[in-house]
T-cell receptor, first 112, second 112 residues
Framework: DQQVKQNSPSLSVQEGRISILNCDYTNSMFDYFLWYKKYPAEGPTFLISISSIKDKNEDGRFTVFLNKSAKHLSLHIVPSQPGDSAVYFCAARHTNAGKSTFGDGTTLTVKP | DVKVTQSSRYLVKRTGEKVFLECVQDMDHENMFWYRQDPGLGLRLIYFSYDVKMKEKGDIPEGYSVSREKKERFSLILESASTNQTSMYLC???????????FGPGTRLTVT
């Protein structure tokens, strides 16, 4: 039973446009959601997060939206840049747990 | 800057060999994690540790064991390597009070 799902394995957008990456989850006990970015031959790096008590968190070009009723979150990147091309992982943390559950990842390609 | 280092970037081992993967972090993090990353399967948690000598099984612990004798070091052990353990192995660490994890660069293990 996959508790965190990223249904789009890949996404391609033009430089300067918006990238929207989506993530769905099934466990109501998740209280914190995170996005990580991974370049080839490197480990993932933390990008942005959101608590379950909020519906939006913004950091520069990156905004994460949380819809608790739909158990859905999305990462918006505006404007997209070629350096944003990477694999993006959605992760969710269970209340009072030290570990996170990761999605399968979405490969974003931003074309110049 | 947080630094998580892994003992090898690339490793080739034979079936049946005992394999040790080492991870060291320099930020006094309480939590440490071992994941494997396979195409289309995202990051899957093998084991994690929330304190010295403490460990918990993740989602796929079969065929693996771990050791944490010092706070900064977390070792993943493959007692008898098999070809289905060919994968990218990622170590991560975090503070208990914070949600984001810091990852090492990964070890690409090939078992022949």
């Amino acid at each position: 039973d996959q508790q965190v799902k990223q249904n789009s394995p890949s996404l391609s957008v033009q430089e300067g446009r918006i990238s929207i990456l989506n993530c769905d989850y099934t466990n109501s006990m998740f209280d914190y959601f995170l996005w990580y970015k991974k370049y080839p031959a490197e480990g993932p790096t933390f990008l942005i997060s959101i608590s379950s008590i909020k519906d939006k968190n913004e950091d520069g070009r990156f905004t994460v939206f949380l819809n608790k009723s739909a158990k859905h979150l999305s990462l918006h990147i505006v404007p997209s840049q070629p350096g944003d091309s990477a694999v993006y992982f959605c992760a969710a943390r269970h209340t009072n747990a030290g570990k996170s559950t990761f999605g399968d990842g979405t490969t974003l390609t931003v074309k110049p | 800057d947080v630094k998580v280092t892994q003992s090898s970037r690339y490793l080739v081992k034979r079936t049946g060999e005992k394999v040790f993967l080492e991870c060291v972090q320099d930020m006094d993090h309480e939590n440490m994690f071992w994941y494997r990353q396979d195409p289309g399967l995202g990051l899957r948690l093998i084991y994690f540790s929330y304190d010295v000598k403490m460990k918990e099984k993740g989602d796929i612990p079969e065929g693996y064991s771990v050791s944490r004798e010092k706070k900064e070091r977390f070792s993943l052990i493959l007692e008898s390597a098999s070809t289905n353990q060919t994968s990218m192995y990622l170590c991560a660490s975090s503070f208990v009070a914070k949600r984001e994890q810091y990852f090492g660069p990964g070890t690409r293990l090939t078992v022949t």
